[in-house]
């Protein structure tokens, strides 16, 4: 039987008994049934300073069948196995077999049955709270009840145990200082247990009756480091809060190591000597600042520690460590604990480089400590640099060693800052390098293997072409040859190591039929040479990029297609700004850890900044607007062509140090506006992008030298860095680099542009 039918009948039965009288006699209260306002839609009166409801209007919020007997005047009311009776002229109700008295008991006011609303309601599991200022009286059913709150994991996870988890919300204030958890249907347990106040948080419980819900609100002195994402989970009988670690110690130990102590897992920190002064910088992701103690008194090489939370968002806490003259902390080799809570630094030795040596593609030196070498290579003129932190030089290193040799000119050793003591290889030309550590009698043996090889041979297809794309490591000497009987392509490699088995070549299909190599000798030099033997063959071209590391070689699928000049974008004049994406196309630019190309965020972030740019009203040109490739000297002609007014490159950085990131921009001395220009964007950045400021920075990039116009190269961020890598392959990070450069451009135009 449905429950509309069931309610008719027993409407019909009372209506049998007893007359209808239309009006209603409510008393003075309003009444709330699980959130909701019932006033007008229920029947009430006072009788003997008890609420009475009518019994019909109590049977449909209840959902209950109600029967009337009226030769007993006995009135049942039931739903979900629960059962109560009552009788006219008795102050009593019966549930099971308790009895319960009330004031009023059952009252036929004007034909119609009236029954004592909380001991009715009560019986059948709900739940009354009458706040008599108000006059409100909220009816409720919980289905949980909250019997403690704690702290678990130390102090890591908030548990709030329930019986059962009902809907429920998390909202953070603003400020962070406070957190709410609301609770729908719940309500406290008669020996719930507060086990989260301290000095730190208070918790405060507040009923919200007319929403039928519970507040458990947190606060705290302190940002409350609540996890946004991911931050709640639930158990069968508990609903769990995550939050993040929080500082907690930081402190001298008996061994004098310097101790940063978090109430949680910490991640790697980014750790960064600023040179020429006596400070580092240790920047530990995803903890918050917290109630921490500071305990660096009676010691030798800590001056001061200054600790603030850096940003929020993405979270950063950030150390900044002032060592005494002449001292030096650094991590130490294991400098996480067992459970990761802990990062440890030592006092540093200043390592000692002795024994440098150059032999047949081979530079050498040892040192007294493990050190991280910072490569780079620079292109004007080319040039090796290696970085070795907190070290200084051997008696026996001398200030320059020069060399008689087809790869290098000479080797340049000095004091970079007070502790970083630089290598420059001057090299005849761009080389492939590795660098390779070996520890033995006391003492680190470092190498760096200078050598020219194929670092991939690739094959990928167009509609009308084939492109064979071969990288090398370093800038050598090549010629592409082509050959008849049968067709081939030949690419000589003048010095290179044939690595050529080691590596994963193209399968042979559509114009290839087959790719093999071979070693000889020419006027006493090796020669590596790479042969494609074609199926067919029409036409072709060849694209060099990255100093000529990258080579190009596009053939033609049939003989209506002419190779021709990659497409150039007409371009208006004027008032113009040109936003170039580096790389493009078969040249990938860096690329990172986990395999993200640098031509990738570089695009997604030119093509933001012309938007923004447009929508500011500016005019703005991509010099490559797809994954296309485009040589140094078309995006300067670009440029140069088109009058621009302002030139901007955008690129990643990728340094042989995982742990190296930040922002830079480089400017040329080429336009006298350049440094100025470089300024207004770079105060931009490094400020809001939440990440390293490298500063500015003089070279000779390619496209910002031969620019005419103020122009700027920007590396927004490392890809080489395994967490910089993740933020160059989010949209919001694209974005917000983009939108910090816009802010850049507009200033530097307000100022200087006459706009
Ligand atoms: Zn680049």
Redesign the pocket.
Request: glycine residues 28%; negative net charge; aromatic residues 0%.
């Given at each position: 039987m449905s429950l509309k039918y069931r309610y008719i009948i027993t409407f019909i039965i009372l209506a049998a008994a007893v007359f209808f009288w239309s009006k209603s006699i409510n008393a003075q209260n309003t009444i709330y049934f699980n959130g909701e306002n019932i006033t007008e839609k229920i029947s009430t009166v006072n009788v003997k300073d008890e609420l009475l409801v009518k019994a019909t209007d109590l049977a449909e919020m209840l959902d209950a069948d109600l029967k009337w007997q009226p030769a007993l005047k006995l009135l049942e009311m039931e739903a979900d196995d629960v059962k109560i009776k009552l009788m006219a002229n008795s102050s009593y109700i019966q549930i099971k077999n308790d009895a319960i008295r009330t004031k009023a008991g059952l009252q036929l006011i004007d034909n119609q049955a009236y029954l004592p609303l909380a001991k009715a309601i009560e019986a059948f599991g709900y739940l009354l709270e009458f706040q008599r200022d108000k006059e409100e009286l909220y009816i409720f059913q919980p289905e949980t009840t909250i019997s403690n709150v704690s702290w678990q994991e130390d102090g890591n996870q908030l548990q709030i145990e329930m019986d059962e988890i009902t809907p429920y919300r998390v909202l953070h204030s603003d400020d962070g200082k406070e957190l709410t958890v609301e609770i729908d249907k719940a309500e406290i347990d008669e020996e719930f247990s507060d086990n989260i106040s301290n000095n730190n948080y208070y918790l405060k419980v507040e009923n919200v009756p007319d929403k039928a819900l519970l507040r458990l609100i947190i606060r705290s002195r302190n940002s409350i480091p609540f996890k946004i994402d991911g931050g709640v989970y639930e158990k069968e009988d508990a609903l769990v809060l995550s939050f993040l670690p929080q500082l907690k110690k930081l402190h001298i130990k008996d061994d004098n190591t310097f101790a940063v102590e978090a109430t949680g897992e910490i991640p790697d920190a980014d750790i960064e000597y600023l040179p020429n002064s006596q400070k580092m910088i240790i920047d530990i992701p995803s903890v918050v600042i917290g109630e921490y103690e500071l305990d660096i008194k009676e010691n030798s090489f800590i001056k001061n520690v200054d600790v603030k939370q850096h940003s929020l968002d993405p979270v950063i806490l950030r150390l900044e460590v002032e060592t005494e003259d002449d001292h030096l902390l650094q991590p130490l080799n294991n400098y996480k604990d067992q459970k990761n809570n802990t990062l440890s630094f030592k006092e540093g030795e200043k390592t000692v480089i002795r024994d440098l040596a150059y032999e047949s593609g081979q530079l050498r030196f040892k040192s007294t400590a493990h050190i991280d070498p910072e490569t780079f290579l620079l292109s004007d003129p080319p040039r090796l640099v290696i970085n070795l932190f907190n070290a200084q030089r051997g008696e026996d290193l001398s200030d320059e060693i020069k060399l008689d040799d087809s790869m290098l000119k000479s080797i340049r050793t000095a004091r970079f800052d007070d502790r970083t003591v630089r290598l420059v290889a001057d090299l005849e030309d761009l080389t492939g390098y590795q660098i390779s550590e070996k520890q033995q009698d006391g003492y680190f043996y470092y190498t760096v293997d200078f050598q020219n090889k194929f670092s991939k041979v690739s094959s990928d297809e167009t509609a009308d072409f084939q492109n064979l794309n071969i990288s090398l490591t370093g800038n050598t000497d090549y010629e592409v040859k082509k050959f008849t009987h049968p067709h081939r392509i030949v690419i000589d490699v003048k010095n290179a190591y044939n690595n050529l088995n080691e590596l994963d070549l193209p399968e042979n299909n559509g114009l290839i039929k087959e790719i093999r190599s071979s070693n000889y000798e020419l006027e006493g030099e090796k020669v590596t040479r790479l042969v494609f033997e074609l199926e067919e063959y029409f036409s072709h071209t060849v694209n060099k990029s990255d100093e000529g590391r990258l080579i190009n070689i596009a053939l033609a699928k049939n003989a209506d297609v002419t190779p021709d000049e990659p497409f150039l974008m007409a371009a208006p004049k004027n008032n113009l700004i040109i936003i170039d994406a580096?790389?493009g196309g078969f040249d990938p630019?860096?690329i990172g850890h986990s395999g993200l190309e640098?031509k990738i965020p570089n695009l997604e972030i030119a093509k933001k900044l012309a938007e923004i740019l447009e929508e500011e009203g500016q005019k703005a040109l991509l010099t490559r607007n797809e994954d296309t490739f485009l040589s140094l000297q078309k995006r300067v002609n670009i440029a140069n062509e088109s009058n621009a007014e302002l030139f901007v490159s955008i690129?990643?950085n990728s340094i042989n140090n995982k742990t190296a990131g930040g922002v830079e921009t480089y400017y040329n001395g080429s336009h006298k506006d350049s440094r100025l220009f470089a300024e207004k964007v770079h105060d931009k950045l490094y400020r809001s992008l939440g990440i390293i400021d490298r500063g500015i920075k003089k070279d000779n990039f390619y496209v910002i030298k031969y620019t005419e116009m103020p122009s700027i190269l920007i590396e927004t961020a490392f890809l080489s860095n395994p967490k910089e890598e993740k933020l160059l392959s989010s949209p919001d990070f694209h974005t917000k680099v983009a939108v910090l450069i816009a802010d850049g451009i507009i200033d530097y135009l307000r100022e200087n542009g006459g706009r």
């Open positions: 580096g790389h630019g860096a640098e690129h990643a």
